[in-house]
C-alpha cells in the first residue's frame, strides 16, 4: 500500500512516548489501529522498527536509523508547507547548550546587520547533534569530535575545560583543579549532550559514583544542590552563572574542539556559507 505521511507521524509518536498505548493517545486514536500503522510501514519497510519481546517498547537498529529518516522528511514537509517560506526562510542554528559562548551575541548581531532579509534562528536542542540529523535545525554549533556520517563540520575554535564545583565545597577554594582531584566526589554528566565521560580518568582512578543528567538545566542543579561535581569547558562560565556554582580551571586534559556542522545533501539551506564565513569572522575577533 501508499505510504503517507501518518505513517511517519504514527511511527515518532510510538518512538518518543515509549509505548504504543501513549502514542495513541498523544495522536488520538485507538491502541488498535496505531498497531495496524505500525505494521503496515514495517511491512513496507521489509523490517522490524519496534521490539516487542520485552516489557518496554525499544527500537530496533533499524528502527533507530529510520526515526531520524522520518524525523528529517517531516521537518522537510512542514517547512515546505509553512507559509513565512514564501517570502523569508529562516536560517535555523541548533546546539545542545552554551552556543558560540561568549561570540554568540556578536554573531547574532552582526547577522542581523548583514543579511537582514534572512532571520537567524538560534535554538537550544536537547541532543548530541542539536536537531541537524532529524531535520529540526539547519546547522549546529557542536563540541566534541562528530562522526556521525553524512555531516560536514568545521572547527571554529577550541576550548578548555573548566570544573564546575559547588560554591560552598571545599573544591571551591582550590585555583585550580585536576581529574583526580575531583574523583572522590560524585560526577554529573550529562548523558543527552555533554562531553565529559569516565574516559577522563584512569581506568584504575575513576570516580566511584556518577549521576546522569539528560540536559544542561538538570546538570548544573545537581552541581548547585552540593550532590556531584561537572566537567565543561570555557564557554559554560559565560553563559551560566549561579551563585552556588564555582568554576575552576582544570588541568591535565585536553581542550574541547567547537564545530559547525550541516547535512552533506540534500542542498541545505543558501545561507549556511554566509554563516561559517560569519562565524569564522566572530571566532577571530574581527
Excluded: C
Aim: charged share 20%; net charge negative; glycine share 6%.
Amino acid at each position: 500500500m501508499t505510504m503517507e505521511l501518518r505513517h511517519l507521524r504514527a511511527f515518532l509518536a510510538i518512538a518518543e512516548e515509549g509505548a504504543i498505548t501513549r502514542a495513541a493517545a498523544r495522536l488520538h486514536t485507538g491502541q488498535p489501529a496505531l498497531s495496524r500503522t505500525l505494521r503496515q510501514l514495517e511491512d513496507h519497510l521489509g523490517v522490524r522498527l519496534v521490539d516487542r519481546s520485552t516489557h518496554h517498547l525499544e527500537l530496533t537498529a533499524e528502527g533507530r536509523t529510520f526515526r531520524d529518516r522520518a524525523a528529517a522528511a517531516l521537518a522537510a514537509v512542514d517547512a515546505a508547507l509553512d507559509p513565512r517560506a514564501l517570502t523569508a526562510r529562516p536560517l535555523r542554528l541548533g546546539h545542545p547548550w552554551a552556543a558560540l559562548g561568549d561570540h554568540t551575541i556578536p554573531l547574532l548581531r552582526r547577522w542581523d546587520e548583514l543579511h537582514p532579509d534572512t532571520p537567524l534562528e538560534l535554538r537550544r536542542i536537547d541532543d548530541r547533534l542539536a536537531g541537524l540529523t532529524q531535520g529540526k535545525v539547519d546547522v549546529a554549533l557542536l563540541r566534541g569530535p562528530v562522526t556521525e556520517p553524512g555531516l560536514v563540520t568545521v572547527q571554529l575554535l577550541t576550548e578548555e575545560r573548566v570544573a564546575v564545583v559547588p560554591a560552598g565545597s571545599d573544591l571551591a577554594d582550590k585555583t585550580a583543579l585536576t581529574p583526580a582531584g575531583l574523583a572522590a566526589w560524585p560526577v554529573a554528566l550529562n548523558t543527552v549532550a555533554g562531553t565529559t565521560t569516565l574516559d577522563l580518568w584512569p581506568v584504575d582512578a575513576r570516580p566511584t559514583a556518577t549521576i546522569e543528567v539528560a540536559n544542561t538545566d538538570e546538570w548544573l542543579t545537581a552541581i548547585a544542590a552540593g550532590r556531584a561535581v561537572g566537567i565543561s569547558t570555557s564557554a559554560t562560565p559565560r553563559m551560566y552563572t549561579h551563585p552556588a556554582i564555582a568554576y575552576r580551571p582544570l588541568t591535565d586534559v585536553p581542550p574541547v574542539p567547537l564545530l559547525l556542522a550541516w547535512r552533506s545533501g540534500p542542498p541545505g539551506h543558501p545561507a549556511i556559507p554566509d554563516l561559517v564565513a560569519l562565524a569564522r569572522e566572530v571566532v577571530a575577533g574581527g
